[in-house]
C-alpha cells in the first residue's frame, strides 16, 4: 500500500531543493531557511531534516493503516465514516502523486500552467483532510478523535508542502 507521507515528503523535500538558497551549503541550513515560514515550521524542519525515504514514514503509514483496518469493532455510522475517510484520503494520494509527477518535470514554457496544477491539486488534497473528519458529526467516542489526530498532522505536513509550492512559483516570477 502507497502511504500518503511518501508523496507529501517527495514533495517537501522537491521543493525545498528547488526553492531555497542554502547560506551555507549544508542540508540543514538548507531545510531551515526552505522550513522558516512554513505553515508549520518546526514540523517543517524535523520532517525534512529527518527524512530517509519512505522506510522512514511510520506515523503517516499509520494512518493508512489504521484507516483501512478500523472498520472493525465499530458502529455501522463510525463504520461508514471510515469507509468514505479510506475513499478521500486514497483521492489525496492520486493528488500528491499528480503534483509529485508534475513538480518532476517542470519545463520554463509549461511553468505557470504546471504550478497551478500543483497548487490545485495540493489545494484539493488539503480539502480531503479536512472533509475526512466530518463524516464523524454526530459520532462520539474515540474514533472520531483518532482519525481527527492522525489526519491533523498530515494535513499540516500537507499545509507547508503548499506553502513550498507557492515559494517556488514566487521565486521563479522573481527571477525573470
Keep these: 500500500m502507497v502511504t500518503i507521507p511518501f508523496f507529501v515528503l517527495n514533495i517537501l523535500l522537491f521543493l525545498s531543493s528547488s526553492a531555497a538558497t542554502p547560506k551555507s551549503g549544508a ?65 489525496l494520494m492520486e493528488e500528491l502523486s499528480k503534483t509529485l509527477g508534475e513538480l518532476k518535470h517542470l519545463r520554463g514554457e509549461t511553468f505557470e500552467f504546471q504550478m ?15 472533509t475526512c473528519p466530518d463524516g464523524f458529526e454526530g459520532v462520539d467516542g474515540k474514533v472520531k478523535s483518532n482519525v481527527k489526530r492522525k489526519i491533523t498532522n498530515v494535513a499540516k505536513v500537507t499545509s507547508n508542502a503548499l506553502y513550498m509550492i507557492n515559494r517556488l512559483n514566487e521565486s521563479r516570477g522573481r527571477h525573470r
Aim: with cysteine.
Design 27 to 91: 542540508d540543514h541550513d538548507l531545510v531551515r531557511s526552505s522550513c522558516v515560514h512554513a505553515s508549520y515550521p518546526s514540523l517543517c524542519f524535523r520532517t525534512l531534516s529527518s527524512y530517509s525515504g519512505p522506510a522512514n514514514t511510520p506515523p503517516c503509514r499509520k494512518v493508512s493503516n489504521y484507516l483501512s483496518t478500523s472498520v472493525t469493532g465499530y458502529n455501522k455510522r463510525e463504520r461508514v465514516a471510515l469507509s468514505d475517510c479510506v475513499e478521500q484520503i486514497d483521492e
Design 116 to 130: 497551478s496544477n500543483a497548487q490545485t491539486w495540493v489545494s484539493a488534497a488539503l480539502t480531503n483532510e479536512d
